[in-house]
Structure formats: C-alpha cells, structure tokens
C-alpha cells in the first residue's frame, strides 16, 4: 500500500505529474490537493483504469485546514509542485516572495500530519525552499535529513537531451551516464560528464571548447529558454512533470525493494549535514553550505548514503572550477531560506 499526496496538483506541472503517478501500478492511493479545481482534476484521472484510488482535496477557505489534512493523512510520498511559477525577465529568486510561505505552510501540514512522509520539492527557488522546508521540519522537531529532497531531476533531463543531441548518442541511454550536481538556478548548476570513459572521450572529441561551454551554459539556463518561450504562460512543465515523475519514481521504486537500475542514481538537492558522507566533499568543498544536489542511492523511501562529487564524478580542472562557483552562488540563497523560518510563526 502506498500513498502519494500531490500538493499543487491541478497547476501546469501538478496535472500531467498527477496522470503519470495515476499510471504507476506501484501507487495504490492518489491524494490531488490544490486550493483550485482539485476536485476536477481527481475526478477526470480517477477514470483510468489503474489500481490508484484518486481523491481531491481542496480547502473551503484560507483557514481550512480539513482538505490538506485529510490529503496528508497516511502518505507515504509528498511532491510539492505548489506555487506561482516565472514570467519573462523574472529570476527564480524573485519567486522567492510568495512561494517561501507557500512551502513553509505546507511542510508544517506535513510535520503534523505526516511527519514520516518522504517530501520532494518542486516549487522554486529550490535553492531556498527546502532550506525552508528543512527549517520548518527541524523547529516542529520531525527533521529527518534523509526523506526531504529537492527536485533537481530537470537538470539531469536537460544534460542527457542536450549531449544526446551533440554527441549523436540517443539521450535516454545517457541515463547513469552523466550526473548534474550543485544547485537548481543558473550557474549553481554544474553538469558532470566525464565519469564514464566513453561518453567522456566521445564528448573530447566531438565538443571544442566553446561547444562545451555552451553546452554547459544551454544546462544551467534551460529553464529561461522555456520560460522565454512560453512568453508570459508560466515556464516548464510537461518537462518538469516527467522529471519530478522519474525522481517519486525512483522512491517508490526503493519502497518496493527495487535497486534504481543505473549505477550512478540521480541527484537530488539535499541536507549534506544529515547523512554521513565522503571527506574530501566535506573538508575541502563545502566550506559552510550544507544544502547541495548529489547522486542518491535510495533505500525504503529514503537516503541510503550519496555519492561524493569528487570521489569518481569530478574528472576536468573545469568541473571543480564550475563546483566552486556554485558553492559560493548557494550561500545566500540558502540563508535567506532558513532565515525567513526563523522570523515565522509555525
Ligand atoms: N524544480 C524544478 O526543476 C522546477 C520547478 N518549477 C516550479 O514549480 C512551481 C509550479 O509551477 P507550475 O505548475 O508551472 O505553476 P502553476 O501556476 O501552473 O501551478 C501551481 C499550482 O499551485 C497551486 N497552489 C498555489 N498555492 C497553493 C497552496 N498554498 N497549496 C496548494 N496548491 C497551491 C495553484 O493553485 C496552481 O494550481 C513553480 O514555483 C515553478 O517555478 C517549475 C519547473 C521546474
Ligand atoms: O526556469 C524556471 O523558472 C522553472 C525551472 O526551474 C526550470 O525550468 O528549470
């Protein structure tokens, strides 16, 4: 038996994420929450014929607690896709505003009613939410630092495109085969290809320089090429909802005893502090940032251990280089987070 709560779920990404986890078999309970047109969307899903029993929940108004409740209540697995998304010309940070207490309030729903759920945040900034999210899991005294993640899978979608296109390989075997670490925001995002010795020499000698760095920068500014397209309706979310699907995936995969089938698991942005990990991340890198997107090895739902950049993914001058970068980049942005719980009333 395995519940997924979606908390979003009638938004761009919340409905097709919603459909795809509708067509897990895995999934025995389907809990849509949104505060608009749950209800709509439960019932249209609720008619495909797979084993997911779907509910909507949708609050009457703003102190209503009974509909959030009520979706929470016995889940195993809670993606948060909730919160207003970019326009042309916006950052992720200027989100910041109104999606900060979007995530604060939800994860303190979820401290109380289901404080063993494993959380994924969608909602962005990333980079600041699940400080938040964290935050909030620690003063309500239910942190645990091995189910809540944030969903950098897009990142890991991006790089296997783009390179499958550059180094004419189909992207989908990619898979395992390249990671991206760091942060979910331009240059906090550092894609790592040269861990495996094939695609690492077909990348040499294929890609000049300047083809890798574009490369590099199409992975860490994808999503304003998606959002400059969309001109004013929103930014990914077809994308999004297959990479936040392949990452629940992966967790309900690991709930029901299956090994992720790549050697190298997808990353996830996490609490480094929380989950013993290698020495040389810790002594020489991290200098204070303690929220970083890492390889997961999952186990029941949570994280078994994670995989140290630079023990095997780190091989060039210009992946340290690109790390370097992405750390100093993080610093703020995960300080403004855990500030703005600090100054709240749970
Ligand atoms: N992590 C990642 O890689 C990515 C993150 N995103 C982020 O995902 C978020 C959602 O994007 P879209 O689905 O395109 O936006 P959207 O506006 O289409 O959908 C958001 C949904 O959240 C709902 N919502 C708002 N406040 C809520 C609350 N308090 N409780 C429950 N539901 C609430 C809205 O009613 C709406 O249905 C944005 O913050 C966006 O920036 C988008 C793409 C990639
Ligand atoms: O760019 C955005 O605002 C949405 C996002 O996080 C992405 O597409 O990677």
Known sequence: MVKVTVAGAAGGIG??????????PLVTELALYDIVNAHGVAADLSHI???AVVTGHQPSGKEDNSAITAALKNTDLVVIPAGVP???GMTRADLFNINASIVRDLVANIARTA??????????PVNSTVPIAAEVLKKLGVFNPRKLFGVTTLDVVRAETFLGGLLDVDPSKLRGKISVVGGHSGDTIVPLINYDSEISNKAKSRLSTSDYEKFVNRVQFG?????????GAGSATLSMALAGYRFAENILESLNGRNQPVLIPDSAYIY???IPYGKIFSDKHLNGVEFFSVPVRLQN???ESFIDPFEGLVKTDEEQKLIEVALKGLTGSIKQGTEFVKGSKL
């Not at 409905?15 to 897990?24: C, D, E, G, R, V």
């Not at 404080?115 to 962005?124: G, H, M, T, V």
């Not at 999503?223 to 001109?231: H, I, L, P, R, S």
Request: no cysteine.
């Open 86 to 88: 970019r326009k042309p």
């Open 223 to 231: 999503g304003d090429e998606v959002v400059k397209a969309k001109n």
């Open 301 to 303: 739902g949570r994280i």
């Open 272 to 274: 480094l502090p929380g």
């Open 49 to 51: 014929n797979t084993p």
């Open 115 to 124: 404080p063993n759920a494993a959380i994924l945040i969608i909602s962005n």
């Open 15 to 24: 409905q097709p994420l919603s459909l795809l986890l509708k067509l897990n």
